[in-house]
């Protein structure tokens, strides 16, 4: 198999599992922005980012909708879909020799996810119906080294996919209040959650990637986000906490036969709380926003993925008809972490109707692209 057809089949069969399970939470502004959001998303996309900011609109909003909101990112150390096309093709000692070389640490990445949203903001409780699937999975080698030869190292190889997909469909209340003299808003989003696994395996010499998805597994359970927003003129502060009642997703998990050696495939999941706090200026013509997530928040136990991220975003806007964006985010949680850079356009063709396009770069391995329509009313 080629390396674009072996990267295909990866994608393919990753984001069938996400689609028909769920994948991460997409916005072609936020993303644009660094993904933030905690103070600088609007009475559209507060679900996805605190659902505080549902009560924060114009007066002329009445409703608006996103339909749909898609991105995709990959990450791939090493050339991994290269390395496996290699090792595959490996016929006598020193190809085995080079292939093992090239997968030592190599991991993929794979982030897929979509949006929609309805909202009806008004001074009484304002609302926003919402749907989100994303999913975060993994491609790693798992190489032997006590082999005395590469060729029998390479036999006793395998290539572990580890997938997580979360899809949600749930409802956000906001309101604004005045407390103490303060200006403030308060939102809560109760949800249901569909929560898909994916634990499997394949060997160099005959890599398939058709039996993912027989490994799949789904549980369905109550979440809950809550957030909350201080604003003072175009200045805001804000906090949210997303999936408030964490827990653990156990993959499937069996041990394999691989050459000469048992390896045990799959994983536990742990979907945390996450709290982040944000601030920022947000006008009409101008934003610029930091969000820190407070906590560090683990998530497969036997991958480094770790996550506690800081972001920051700008936005300027041209006579209501398109906007500038830019931003950078960087995991603290790890060590290896090159930090990301973002940047976008959104056109508001008599600002009824929104196109917002974003797109990320790390480096040349490691990059995403996001798109969302909305319109409001």
């Known amino acids: 198999m080629n390396k674009i057809g072996l990267s295909a089949s990866i994608a393919i069969a990753l984001t069938a599992t996400s689609v028909s399970a769920a994948n991460y939470s997409v916005d072609g502004r936020g993303d644009a922005m660094g993904g933030t959001g905690v103070v600088s998303a609007d009475f559209l996309t507060a679900p996805f980012y605190n659902p505080a900011l549902a009560a924060l609109y114009r007066r002329n909003d009445n409703a608006g909708m996103i339909l749909p909101g898609l991105g995709i990112s990959y990450t791939d150390q090493g050339d991994l879909l290269g390395s496996i096309d290699t090792a595959g093709k490996a016929s006598n000692e020193s190809e085995a020799a080079a292939a093992i070389a090239g997968l030592q640490g190599d991991q993929l990445a794979l982030d897929v996810g979509g949006t929609i949203a309805f909202a009806i903001p008004n001074s009484f409780v304002s609302m926003n119906v919402f749907g989100k699937i994303y999913s975060e999975s993994y491609v790693t080698a798992d190489m032997d080294t006590s082999q005395p030869t590469s060729a029998q190292n390479l036999d006793n190889s395998l290539v572990k ?64 986000d809550a957030g909350a927003v201080w604003f003072y003129g175009p ?50 013509y101008f934003a610029f926003s930091v969000d820190y997530d407070i906590l560090k928040r683990e998530k497969f136990v036997g991958v480094d993925d770790d996550a506690q991220m800081l ?67």
Not at 190 to 202: D, L, N, T
Not at 203 to 211: P, V, Y
Not at 266 to 281: C, E, H, S, W
């Open 161 to 224: 996919v580890l997938g997580i997909g979360v899809s949600e469909l749930g409802m956000t209340f906001a309101k604004y209040y005045t407390v103490f003299g303060q200006h403030m808003s308060f939102g809560v989003s109760p949800k249901i959650q569909r929560v898909y696994s994916i634990a499997s395996h394949s060997s160099f010499s005959d890599f398939d990637t058709s039996k993912i998805l027989d490994s799949a597994s789904g549980e369905t359970a109550f979440n809950l």
């Open 235 to 284: 200045w805001r502060v804000g906090f949210s906490a997303m999936n408030i009642m964490g827990r653990e997703i156990e993959t499937k998990q069996y041990t394999v036969t691989q050459g000469t050696r048992d390896v045990k495939i799959g994983d536990t999941y742990k979907l945390d709380p996450n709290y982040t706090v944000g601030a920022g200026i947000v006008g009409d």
């Open 311 to 377: 972001r920051v975003g700008i936005e300027g806007d041209i006579m209501r008809q398109m906007q500038l964006r830019a931003g950078y985010y960087t995991n603290l949680a790890s060590d290896n972490d090159d930090g990301t850079i973002t940047a976008g356009i959104g056109l508001s063709p008599l600002n009824i109707i929104t196109l917002d396009i974003g797109a990320s770069y790390t480096n040349e391995n490691s990059m995403g692209v996001y798109i969302n329509f909305l319109s409001n009313y």
